[in-house]
């Protein structure tokens, strides 16, 4: 769905050519694989996770666009909440009670910041500024949803108002100890309870389509974020599982089964999925500007095709010096933060452009990986990798290399999709268990480590240090 920029900072995305282009490729898909919709044992439902609307519960009618996850509108609330003594005391509150009882639960508290990515800080930011939606709120006529809620909104005619657990968790809104939307977060934020959709399990029968969309009632048997769904048609069922996705952001996932690990900086606690009494959570880390800089690039014709970047990095020794600072994305936070490139000279070409990009895609990922090993206590097991930038044989190479671990790349790089369907097809009984899933899995490539990760370490301190210094130009 193309984004709407209507002002600075501003990320939308329009709700009806959303619905209208949801409903389009679903057809599309049926259709080419050559079957109707009366052969449809279930549908299943892969969304983006912080993106969100809110609409008017009797009528049904927005109050505004999707504001998208990369939207940053908050920025002003985000710095003043930040700098606020509130939250200063509610640090040290926490601190004292994680100290006393040794419970996760007080520990991500105790150290909680805001950031403009947050859903949180954006639906606070509705409440203040859109008097149609707070006027609701007060009359319990208000409805928050995710894009899955809202699709199986629209797929019921209204018949269904729900989320499920991966979606829930992923809103930072949600509480994953407890299982339900945290009520001392929204008095925070001035943001009502009210508003929440019931949380469901992942795979799980949710209702049918209303049979005037495609013809016939279709089964809803499965609402799942992408990153979890992906993790899921990677088939990381098992505690130390790990999934890398590459598309417009990267997502590391690691499977920590039954336990759900609070932890400092980069990496929070996500619900992965949530079926019958099974609850598996996860850790994840996330960065910012993968496929978007890659996109960037071929937008202003820096190459003509994705698919021979991997060659042009692959056809000269190294970068000549030439560095690639992300930050495409503007930030609320650091609003002096945007993508450069250090190191240029007369002799650099768009080979060291190219292979600029890829090594900072790699070396991103190295940092990442190094903060998950030393904060989840966990063993790591299988790295399995998707996404678009997954069929990057040079990223997937420096990054094996860089980690000193092997990576599994599957012949389908879309890994969201197998995943809601593998959940759906669990639900409808198409599929009895995990073992058959993990029969169906198709390795296309597995890339080992070749050179020592040492041989990358002066690029590497070189970027380091180039990312030193960019946000203070």
């Not at 259709?31 to 052969?39: E, F, N, T, V, W």
């Not at 820096?302 to 190294?318: C, G, K, Y």
Request: glycine share 6%; hydrophobic share 40%.
């Amino acid at each position: 769905v193309e984004s709407l920029y209507p002002r600075p900072g501003w990320v939308e995305l329009d709700p009806e050519v959303l619905w209208s282009q949801f409903i389009g490729v679903i057809k599309e898909a049926v259709q080419a694989a050559g079957l109707h919709m009366r052969q449809i044992a279930g549908l299943g439902i892969s969304t983006q996770r912080g993106t969100f609307i809110t609409w008017h519960k009797k009528t049904g009618k927005p109050f505004h666009n999707f504001i998208s996850w990369q939207d940053v509108r908050s920025a002003e609330l985000v710095n003043s909440w930040n700098k606020s003594l509130l939250l200063k005391v509610i640090h040290v509150i926490f601190t004292v009670l994680h100290f006393l009882t040794g419970n996760d639960r007080y520990l991500a508290p105790s150290f909680l910041t805001f950031s403009t990515h947050q859903t949180s800080m954006k639906l606070s930011w509705v409440f203040k500024n859109i008097h149609e939606a707070e006027e609701a709120a007060k009359k319990n006529n208000c409805c928050f949803g995710t894009v899955d809620t809202w699709l199986l909104y629209r797929l019921t005619k209204g018949s269904v108002y729900a989320t499920d657990y991966s979606n829930a968790s992923s809103t930072g809104i949600f509480e994953p100890f407890t299982k339900c939307w945290n009520p001392t977060l929204c008095n925070l934020l001035s943001i009502p309870v009210s508003i929440y959709p019931p949380v469901k399990d992942t795979s799980f029968n949710f209702g049918s389509t209303d049979s005037e969309i495609f013809g016939v009632p279709i089964p809803i048997m499965a609402v799942v974020a992408d990153q979890q769904s992906a993790m899921f048609g990677e088939c990381c069922f098992h505690p130390g599982d790990v999934k890398l996705t590459m598309g417009t952001g990267g997502f590391w996932n690691v499977n920590t089964g039954e336990h759900l690990f609070a932890s400092r900086g980069s990496l929070y606690p996500l619900i992965g999925w949530k079926i019958g009494e099974e609850v598996v959570y996860l850790t994840e880390g996330s960065i910012s500007d993968i496929g978007t800089a890659i996109k960037w690039a071929l937008d202003i014709e820096i190459f003509t095709n994705v698919d021979e970047t991997a060659e042009m990095a692959q056809s000269i020794a190294d970068s000549q010096g030439v560095y690639f600072i992300p930050g495409l994305q503007v930030s609320g936070d650091e609003p002096c933060l945007c993508a450069s490139f250090i190191g240029l000279k007369p002799s650099t070409n768009r080979n060291h452009l190219v292979r600029a990009i890829l090594e900072s895609i790699a070396f991103r990922n190295k940092l990442l990986y190094d903060i998950i090993v030393k904060k989840v206590h966990i063993p790591l097991r299988t790295i399995r990798a998707d996404g678009g930038v997954s069929n990057n044989s040079f990223v997937m190479q420096m990054t094996s290399d860089l980690i000193n671990k092997k990576i599994e790349k599957p012949a389908n790089a879309d890994m969201s999709s197998l995943g809601a369907a593998f959940l759906a097809g669990l639900a409808s009984g198409f599929w009895t268990d995990k073992k058959q899933l993990k029969k169906l899995r198709q390795i296309e490539a597995v890339f080992e480590p070749q050179k020592d990760s040492e041989e990358y370490r002066p690029a590497m301190d070189a970027w380091l240090q180039a990312m030193k210094y960019s946000p203070h130009w």
